[in-house]
Structure formats: structure tokens, C-alpha cells
């Protein structure tokens, strides 16, 4: 069977770790450029304030990823960029920016994929509270409108939020991302009704403010358990964990952050083990919250494996020996059979692949290329995973590898070598890596290159 006629092959991006052009043309400060600013949080104190100046470059860039042959780019809008102050005075100039990409995107023959949120909260409205204060939801619907208006009729495909689990979890409870705050539970529930009530209105915006049809999904991540065989019963205890609620890993799983948007109520198991703290939702919330969506959006990068582990030395994720990408993430191509599986049996939406790739340590070579044979041998493994959900009935409409060009890996900084194109940082010169040249091939044969060695 393989992959649908239209599929849309692409590869993603985000604005705070591609731009830079901090605070130009008017941009007001994000969390992370304030705590990028502050000692001890980024690898080097490294900052994003430069990146990939791809503001300045995106022509450049948009070229490469025609050269590439992408059917599809999916990249974010920064809110401090466009709203500096996070309501109110709205800023032309970053709007246009964002306006231009999408020209020249859509005359690259390119499909803009849009994600309203991906981290970088407006520094003023994080002074106000960001996500704990009951007003975000309103401040998020107001962004949309600015968003929504300016390239709503060009953008079709929307994702309201990107990765949950890791700007709540990882940057609210955990504190291991901006703002690196690690709030209670009471407080951490609230913050989650806040979201789904800010992505519920972010909808109703798209839905009601562009004339032409639009997708709408979001693109979350979360632990996806991998069975330990093809056994029923192993497959089915996988699932049960993917979708598991426990005060410690809620933040992090799937069902929490899914279960409310796709359908419309709070996950099982919820309320024994949050009793009376479960932030109450009205009717009409939550008719809103779980409005119909689209597409079901899926960040993947490693599965969950539980394998004799050595606590002392690996990550739960690892075994002994095993294969690892350079961020410590475990090589399991699996995972992009049995999250497509799990996440369309539970909620009955086509899956999009929105984000997935690894970390590796390229450079350039000798002869002036980057030999990144490690990542087109991921991808493939990865790929060939995809397409065996596609073949088992899971309806995929689009897979975008992360990311189109090397950037600023957040508390990484530019540790962490994740792009198709290689970015040689002091001069901002790009390669295309072998990789690149692959997925191309990939892309033009609608991913029949996937078998060629097989
Ligand atoms: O770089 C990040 C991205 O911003 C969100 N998903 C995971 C990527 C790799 O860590």
C-alpha cells in the first residue's frame, strides 16, 4: 500500500531556535530569551539570539527546502514577535515577516504547516502569571485572532500547541526548561485547564475567522510504551501505560493532554487520582475544548522500553549497549509503528507525523559535504516503521522530520545537531547533508527509497 499520493513530506522548525534577530523590528523579549540572559541554564551560555538568522536568510532557506524537494514546511510563530507586550499593540513588521515566509513558501510550491505555540511565551505576559494566570486562555485567543487573520485563507494546516508535556511538564513542574519553575499539583492541574481552555478558543478563532477550510490539530509528544513482543497481550500492556494517569507521569503521558481535546472529558482514573483537585470545567468549556479536530499531530522521537537497566549508569530508556542518538535518546524505530497505532485507535484521527529525527555529531568533511550516514540510516528505520502502520490500516497523511536545518536545542544550545542542513554557526553558511540528498530521493519516489536496501 505505502504512502498516500499527497503525503506531506517535510520537515519542521520553530521560531525561537531558527530566527534570531532578537528583539529586532520591534520583537519583545520571550522567556527564553529572558533566561538564556541568566547564568547557569543554557550549555555555555549559549544563546538564541543569532541562531540561524533565518529571519534575514529565510529566501535562502526556503530555496534549499525546494532544492530538497519538501512538500511540506511546518515552523512557528513567535507571539513576542508579533504581539511584543503579548496583547494589544500589534507588531507589522514581525507579522509581515511571517506574512513574506508564507509567499514565498507557497511559490516554492511548499504547504505551510503553522504551530501557534512553541514556547517562547511573551516575557510580559509571564510576568502576569503565563499559564498559571486565568486570564491566558483569552490572551492566547487574542494572539490567534492577530495570527489567523493575517495568514488565515494562505495557511491551511494549524496546530495550536506544540509538545505539552514538555513546556508544562519539563518547564513548569519539572523545572528543567524556561521558566524553570517546579509547581504543585493543585497548581499544575489548573495550569492544564488553562491550556485546554486556550486551545479550545484558539480553534473557535481558526474555525470561525478564516473562510477557506483549515485543518486544525496540535502536536504533542508523550511516552509511548513499546511491547516487549508482537503478543497481544504485550501490546496490550503497552497501550494501557501509553494511556496510563499517575500523579508522577501524567504530565508526560498521552491521555492527559489528548483524552480532553479529542474526547471531551478528563482521562479514566483521572478523578481517583486527583480527587477534588480535578480543575471543574463547565459544559460549554468543554464543548469548546473538544470541538472536532482534524488531524492528530505527533512529535516522535524514542519509544518507552522497559529492558534490564543499570540504574546507576543508563536512562530508563536504555539498556546496556544500546543504540543511542547524541542526546541520549534510544534508537527505536518501533515507535513510529505503535504511536500512529495507538494514538488513531484511541481517538480516530489521521496521525501526522510532525515531528521526528535525531541528534548526531556532524561536520563538515574534507571534501566540503556532511556524511551523516547514522541519520539516513534513522530515518529509514524509522520510515520503514511508519509505513508498516500505513499498511496495517493507520491513516498517515504527512511525516515532517525535525529539523530542516541544525539550531538552537534550547538548554543544549548549539550542542545538538538535529537539521537536514548543516549550519556552520560563525558564518551561517548551510550545507545540505547527505541526509538531505536522501530524503530528496525519498520524497521524489512518495518513499519507495526506503526499500532499497531491503
Ligand atoms: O528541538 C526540539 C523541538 O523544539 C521540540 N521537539 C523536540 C526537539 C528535539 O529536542
Redesign the pocket.
Known amino acids: 500500500m505505502g504512502f498516500q499520493k499527497d503525503f506531506l513530506w517535510g520537515a519542521a522548525s520553530?521560531a525561537h531556535?531558527v530566527e534570531g534577530a532578537y528583539l529586532e523590528d520591534g520583537k519583545g523579549l520571550g522567556i527564553w530569551d529572558y533566561f538564556e540572559s541568566q547564568p547557569g541554564h543554557i550549555a555555555c551560555g549559549e544563546n538564541a539570539n543569532t541562531a540561524c538568522d533565518h529571519y534575514h536568510r529565510y529566501k535562502e532557506d526556503v530555496a534549499l527546502m525546494k532544492k530538497i524537494g519538501l512538500k511540506s514546511y511546518r515552523f512557528s510563530i513567535s507571539w513576542p514577535r508579533v504581539l511584543p507586550e503579548g496583547t494589544g499593540t500589534v507588531n507589522e513588521k514581525g507579522l509581515k515577516f511571517y506574512s513574506d515566509l508564507v509567499d514565498e513558501l507557497l511559490a516554492a510550491g511548499i504547504e505551510p504547516l503553522v504551530t501557534l505555540y512553541?514556547?517562547n511565551l511573551p516575557m510580559a505576559l509571564y510576568e502576569k502569571g503565563g499559564w498559571k494566570n486565568p486570564e491566558s486562555p483569552k490572551w492566547f485567543e487574542e494572539y490567534t485572532k492577530v495570527v489567523a487573520g493575517c495568514l488565515g485563507g494562505r495557511v491551511k494546516y494549524w496546530m495550536t500547541f506544540?509538545?505539552y508535556q514538555?513546556f508544562a511538564g519539563l518547564g513548569l513542574s519539572v523545572g528543567a526548561m524556561a521558566p524553570f519553575e517546579t509547581n504543585d499539583l493543585k497548581t499544575m492541574l489548573e495550569v492544564s485547564a488553562n491550556i485546554f481552555r486556550a486551545h479550545g478558543k484558539a480553534v473557535s478563532v481558526l474555525r470561525n475567522c478564516i473562510e477557506q477550510q483549515v485543518m486544525i490539530g496540535m502536536a504533542p509528544?508523550g511516552n509511548v510504551w513499546l511491547p516487549e513482543s508482537g503478543d497481544i497481550e504485550a501490546v496490550e500492556k503497552a497501550r494501557a501505560k501509553s494511556f496510563a494517569v499517575s500523579e508522577e507521569m501524567f504530565l508526560f503521558g498521552n491521555a492527559w493532554w489528548g483524552d480532553p481535546v479529542y474526547l471531551g472529558h478528563y482521562p479514566e482514573g483521572a478523578a481517583e487520582v486527583f480527587g477534588d483537585l480535578l480543575p471543574e470545567l463547565s459544559d460549554e468549556e468543554w464543548k469548546e475544548i473538544s470541538q472536532p479536530l482534524d488531524f492528530y499531530g505527533f512529535?516522535a522521537?524514542e519509544g518507552t522500553i522497559e529492558y534490564p537497566i543499570r540504574e546507576d549508569r543508563y536512562n530508563t530508556y536504555a539498556y546496556q549497549g544500546s543504540p543511542r542518538t547524541s542526546?541520549g535518546w534510544s534508537v527505536t524505530p518501533e515507535v513510529l509503528y505503535y504511536a500512529p497505532k495507538f494514538l488513531y485507535e484511541r481517538y480516530h484521527k489521521p496521525i501526522l507525523v510532525t515531528?521526528n529525527?535525531m541528534?548526531g555529531m556532524d561536520w563538515v568533511a574534507l571534501d566540503g559535504k556532511v556524511h551523516d550516514s547514522h541519520r539516513i540510516d534513522f530515518l529509514n528505520r524509522y520510515l520503514l516503521e511508519l509505513e508498516r502502520a500505513v499498511d496495517d490500516g493507520v491513516p498517515v497523511i504527512g511525516y515532517q522530520t525535525?529539523?530542516i536545518m541544525d539550531?538552537f536545542?534550547?538548554c543544549h544550545g548549539y550542542n545538538?545537531r538535529?537539521g537536514l542542513i548543516y549550519i556552520d554557526y560563525q558564518t551561517q553558511k548551510r550545507t545540505l547533508k547527505d541526509s538531505a540528498y536522501w530524503y530528496s530521493e525519498v520524497i521524489a519516489t512518495n518513499g519507495e527509497k526506503i526499500h532499497e536496501n531491503y
Open positions: 520553530a531556535q512553541h514556547w506544540n509538545e514538555m509528544t512529535n522521537y542526546m515531528e529525527g541528534a525535525w529539523s539550531n536545542e534550547w545538538m538535529f
